[in-house]
């Protein structure tokens, strides 16, 4: 994970504040650096400038890889801001991906403009992974940006107003200015070699132009990945243990995670003797434990895993309570973070992992976050968040934040809740996110209503929608929130490899409303992983419901008294 700026602009640009430096070494606390070029301007009696800052969380290879990376050669600039797991299909993940991209990126051995553009096209289309860029190459006086095709990094863009400049950042500081974020659906280009003539001279020119991730593709094809599968189930079908289909998911999530959690660097300056390096986001849910159950197989036995679990004082919630013990009164009293749904669930999944896998050091973090607690971070929350500003933004954003911070209640051969356990704090820079699972595999309930409003061709219309659109949705807002930690969240589910597998699987293989009974009572949606879950072992967790974040941490509606306010409504 790191932080990425820049700014081009006509007039001299200033140093980044110090609340933009902050928040960037905030993401990337191992490397501050900073580049700058100019360019010849209208007549040349002027010139562009562009100054390049990047911050690095250094997870990859033997070195720090000091950004930005500049071309000795060529005398180009990258900011990057991501993890190339695979180039060209073959796996990188023992080399730094930065270096080996601006490497690949410095071969100039075009015969015309066209052609070496083409070829730096091709370079980044080249990768499989989560990442946001910035890449100024020297020799055509163009910066390239963008984000991955499933949009799992931040980038935001502003425009100045005057036209004289044009910014692009990581993270936006305070007060925000008119930062939008840059779209997951192609490759932008900006030549710097070009003027916008207007009424008050030479301006520079703040078009982009953008290239699509695959120059054609069919009426099927979904986030430039692949395309997908449309076809109709046979007749007679049930989704089972025996089915291929889930011996191929475990092969598909063994190899995603393979790139996420092995050789990752042991973290400096650790506050005990435990090495603990990856930590799961973990609500105790099916897509979590599963990760963790197979990360536990790929894991050195000498390394332990934590499990963050987040729980919230909702003051609703309490007055609720307080409610039904005063007409109740014999009623068991209970604490009001171990009553939250993810907390029952997560202590539950900790109990399960132990039995499965007893060899492993579990340690399960149970973070309390108080009402009063969470309200004295949210404004930084808030300015996190930028642009998004929903209710529902903040619901589940205070949840990951705090789950990032990874401070909390320790637990390690004991599941239950304890009066006194110690305080620690995550020293894993690797989080693992079970996000995607539901859009991959038919997890939501509107999976299972638009089967039953419109049989199989309405749930793939819907599934097809869900996966295409998830470059479009919050996971630029996600990384905002919990890069601001120096903590790098992967998402194995969305391993390119792997969505292209499931999209290109028949619905049936996926999820299985129309056998809504199965003998082993496992839920039809999301089977196949259901189906998986139980075969290691994890026989609870398989036939677990599926429950959103703000809910199960109880962060919704936090602040309204009545539970009314709607989770569009602008954050107040």
């Known amino acids: 994970m790191c932080g990425i700026h820049a700014v081009i602009s006509t007039a001299a640009i200033p140093s980044p504040s110090l609340e933009l ?10 490397h501050f650096g900073q580049a700058h070029r100019e360019l010849p301007f209208g007549n040349g009696d002027s010139v562009i400038h562009l100054s390049f800052t990047s911050t690095v969380l250094a997870l990859r290879g033997d070195h720090i890889a ?22 060209n299909g073959q796996s990188i993940s023992s080399r730094n991906d930065g270096e080996l991209i601006l490497s690949k990126l410095g071969i100039i051995d075009a015969s015309s403009d066209e052609l070496r553009e083409s070829h730096i096209l091709s370079v980044l289309r080249s990768i499989d992974g989560p990442f946001a860029f910035l890449f100024y190459d020297a020799y ?13 990094r931040s980038l935001l863009i502003n425009q100045a ?16 200015a008119d930062w939008k974020e840059v779209e997951a659906d ?9 003027r916008l003539a207007t009424a008050s001279g030479l301006k520079l020119d703040t078009h982009t132009t953008k290239h699509d991730w695959l120059s054609s593709g069919g009426d099927h094809m979904v986030s430039s990945i692949g395309d997908f599968n449309t076809t109709l189930p046979p007749q007679e079908h049930m989704l089972d243990f025996n089915s291929v289909s889930v011996e191929v998911l475990r092969h598909w999530l063994c190899e995603s995670l393979k790139l996420r959690v092995l050789d990752v660097p042991e973290p400096p300056n650790p506050l005990s003797d435990t090495d603990v390096r990856v930590a799961i986001l973990f609500s105790g849910g099916l897509d979590c434990t599963v990760l963790a159950r197979l990360a536990h197989d790929l894991i050195p036995t000498s390394q332990g895993i934590d499990l963050i679990n987040v729980a919230f004082e909702n003051p609703r919630q309490v007055s609720i309570d307080k409610t039904i013990q005063k007409n109740q009164p014999h009623a068991p009293t209970t604490d009001i973070y171990e009553a939250c749904p ?4 997560g202590r539950k999944a900790f109990n399960e992992l132990h039995t499965t896998c007893p060899d492993r050091y579990w340690r399960f973090i149970a973070v309390n976050v108080p009402y009063e607690e969470a309200l004295s971070h949210k404004s930084r929350i808030v300015s996190l968040l930028y642009p998004h500003n929903t209710e529902m933004d903040l619901s589940i954003a205070f949840a990951l934040y705090f789950a990032a911070r990874g401070i909390g209640n320790s637990y390690v051969h004991k599941c239950e809740w304890e009066p006194t356990p110690p305080s620690i704090t995550s020293p894993a820079r690797v989080l693992l996110s079970g996000l995607g699972a539901d859009e991959l595999f038919g997890g939501y309930a509107r999976h299972e209503a638009a089967f039953k409003n419109g049989g199989y061709p309405r749930l793939v219309e819907e599934l ?22 120096g903590k ?3 998402f194995p589910y969305l391993d390119e490899e792997l969505v292209r597998f499931a999209i290109s699987s028949p619905v049936w293989e996926k999820c299985d409303f129309q056998n809504q009974f199965h003998p082993a009572v496992i839920d039809p949606a999301k089977r196949i992983l259901r189906l998986l879950a139980d075969k290691l072992g994890l026989s609870t967790i398989a036939r677990e419901k599926k429950r959103a974040i703000q809910f199960g941490s109880r962060t919704a509606k936090m602040e309204s008294q009545t539970g009314r306010r709607r989770g569009t409504a602008t954050i107040t």
């Open 186 to 194: 192609g490759v932008y280009s900006l030549n710097l070699d070009t």
């Open 464 to 485: 097809k929608l869900d996966i295409s659109r998830i470059g479009q949705r919050n996971l630029g807002r996600d990384d905002r929130i919990m890069a601001h930690w």
């Open 342 to 345: 993810d907390r029952i669930t």
């Open 21 to 30: 430096r902050n928040l960037l070494s905030n993401r990337g606390p191992d």
């Open 66 to 87: 000091r950004q930005p990376l500049e071309s000795l050669a060529t005398g180009s600039i990258l900011c990057w801001n991501g993890e190339a797991w695979r180039v």
């Open 488 to 490: 790098e969240v992967r």
């Open 161 to 176: 107003e005057d036209g004289d400049s044009i910014s692009f950042s990581s993270i936006a500081d305070m007060p925000p």
């Open 140 to 152: 055509l006086k163009r910066l390239y940006f963008g984000r991955d095709r499933l949009g799992r």
